[in-house]
Nanobody, 127 residues
Framework: QLQLVESGGGLVQAGDSLRLSCAASGRTLSRYAMGWFRQAPGKEREFVAAISWSGGSTNYADSVKGRFTISRDNAKNTVYLQMNSLKPEDTAVYYC????????????????????WGQGTQVTVSS
């Protein structure tokens, strides 16, 4: 069973940066496409970024494009989300997720495409 644990969240000011990590255990991540999603209070969980298991394809929500970067280190069984130029509207609980069925270059944007989820890490951006 794959288990995912997010870390790196916190309270920052607008314009600051954070790097989230998603560490996997139980199985190797090398054949899973990985995604980051977020959920703000009172809102639905939404797609943020995703990376194929080969690492060759990435996809971003328009709201974070140019500010966030997703990457993976399969040797460390870890996926990262580098978040720069943070805005108050980025405040949310951030979740990583793994897609066990994706082909090598596929990156999904839909929640139902992901089979495993972490517990989330809180990111709060003050103005």
């Amino acid at each position: 069973q794959l288990q995912l644990v997010e870390s790196g969240g916190g309270l920052v000011q607008a314009g600051d940066s954070l790097r989230l990590s998603c560490a996997a255990s139980g199985r190797t991540l090398s054949r899973y496409a990985m995604g980051w999603f977020r959920q703000a209070p009172g809102k639905e969980r939404e797609f943020v970024a995703a990376i194929s298991w080969s690492g060759g394809s990435t996809n971003y929500a328009d709201s974070v494009k140019g500010r966030f970067t997703i990457s993976r280190d399969n040797a460390k069984n870890t996926v990262y989300l580098q978040m720069n130029s943070l805005k108050p509207e980025d405040t949310a609980v951030y979740y990583c997720a793994a897609d066990a069925r994706a082909s090598s270059r596929y990156v999904g944007r839909r929640l139902y495409e992901y089979d495993y989820w972490g517990q989330g890490t809180q990111v709060t951006v003050s103005s």
